[in-house]
């Protein structure tokens, strides 16, 4: 009896204090899809542009469906390479897609230094795929993919949300110049001054938008350099002890704007997407919650205590039997 309880005892310590924190983290065979949908509002037309069809020159009111895919790619120890890879479909196809391969910290969930020989990592910093099982009501540091520059996540309270207790997000910047040379490769680094005369008809800009544009427009060089902002407002609603995000929305703008000396002078909207986590995508994330977090309390509370307990008891019970033996 007395081995049997040191045996259950030591058990239970090696659940509680070795398997219980190497499942507490983000897991090696994640292959995860997350769908959403919104509309896209307003997009400019890179290629009615090139050819200067003007009529056609911004795509307005397109519904649109994203398929997101999250995989863990490769793990050592804590760290882990994880792929996010989205596509916005329209109507007719695809209309933007993007891949990204982060290095992470498997317990934070903030981005570390690539670990690995892949040299698609992109260089990041704080929470890039997701937040950490045990999260907590406070603010946590994002990272604006946009400008390539560091934000703030802030806890805004709590909130029952499709059934589960959670903790609600948010995250919002700009309008701050865009960075990512992939997002500023989908428009024109400048355009001839012709070009912008001609567009401004598309535009949609207010009289004293086309009144300032015109007060400008003759003192830039030909053709006029160009660049552009983002701005967003994100909303994420976080199972807090398993992680899990349960639900997601966000607001994404992009602006053209021409710079007169130092100052930037906005112009124009060119790209406005809204979109959210489509009924079904939610109710998967809820079922990933649920099973995520009992998991964690039969592993992480039931099975360790109740081993711990069981072996206390059986050690006493074992002494017991011992003295009572030796007494006869």
């Known amino acids: 009896m007395l081995a049997i309880g040191a045996v259950a005892a030591v058990l239970g310590l090696i659940v509680l204090l070795v398997v219980v924190p190497d499942r507490a983290q983000f897991p090696d065979d994640v292959?995860?899809?997350?769908?959403?949908?919104?509309?896209l509002a307003l997009m400019l037309d890179a290629e009615a542009l090139a050819t200067m069809?003007?009529?056609?020159?911004?795509?307005?009111?397109?519904?649109?469906?994203?398929?997101?895919?999250?995989?863990?790619?490769?793990?050592?120890?804590?760290?882990?390479?994880?792929?996010?890879?989205?596509?916005?479909?329209?109507p007719t196809g695809p209309i933007l897609s993007s891949e990204d391969i982060y290095a992470i910290d498997r317990k934070t969930m903030?981005?570390?230094?690539?670990?690995?020989?892949?040299?698609?990592?992109?260089?990041?910093?704080?929470?890039?795929?997701?937040?950490?099982?045990?999260?907590?009501p406070e603010d946590y540091v994002g990272f604006n993919g946009g400008t390539l520059a560091p934000n703030t996540i802030s806890f805004v309270g709590e909130e029952e949300h499709e059934g589960l207790s959670t903790y609600v997000f948010s995250a919002a910047s700009g309008p701050d110049l865009i960075a990512d040379p992939e997002l500023l490769a989908l428009f024109p680094s400048q355009l001839p001054k012709a070009a912008i005369e001609g567009l401004v008809p598309a535009l949609g800009l207010s009289s004293e938008a086309v009144a300032t544009l015109g007060e400008i427009l003759p003192t830039l060089p030909d053709p006029v350099p160009?660049?552009?902002?983002?701005?967003?407002?994100?909303?994420?609603?976080?199972?807090?002890?398993?992680?899990?995000?349960v639900d997601y929305n966000k607001l994404e703008s992009r602006a053209v704007a021409v710079k007169l000396g130092d100052q930037m002078v906005p112009v124009a909207e060119i790209m406005h997407l809204e979109y959210s986590q489509t009924a079904d995508s939610v109710a998967d994330a809820v079922g990933d919650a649920t099973d995520a977090r009992s998991e964690l309390f039969w592993q992480g509370k039931v099975l360790p205590y109740a081993l711990l307990a069981g072996g206390v008891l059986a050690v006493i019970l074992g002494f017991i039997l011992w003295w009572r033996t030796a007494a006869s």
């Open 226 to 245: 160009l660049t552009y902002s983002y701005s967003y407002q994100t909303n994420y609603w976080v199972e807090p002890d398993s992680g899990v995000l």
């Open 31 to 39: 292959d995860r899809m997350r769908y959403y949908e919104g509309e």
């Open 110 to 136: 903030e981005h570390i230094e690539n670990f690995t020989e892949d040299d698609r990592v992109i260089d990041r910093e704080g929470l890039v795929v997701g937040f950490p099982i045990g999260t907590d």
């Open 53 to 90: 069809d003007l009529a056609n020159v911004f795509v307005r009111d397109v519904p649109v469906t994203i398929d997101r895919s999250i995989q863990t790619l490769e793990v050592d120890g804590n760290k882990a390479l994880v792929s996010d890879e989205s596509v916005v479909l329209g």
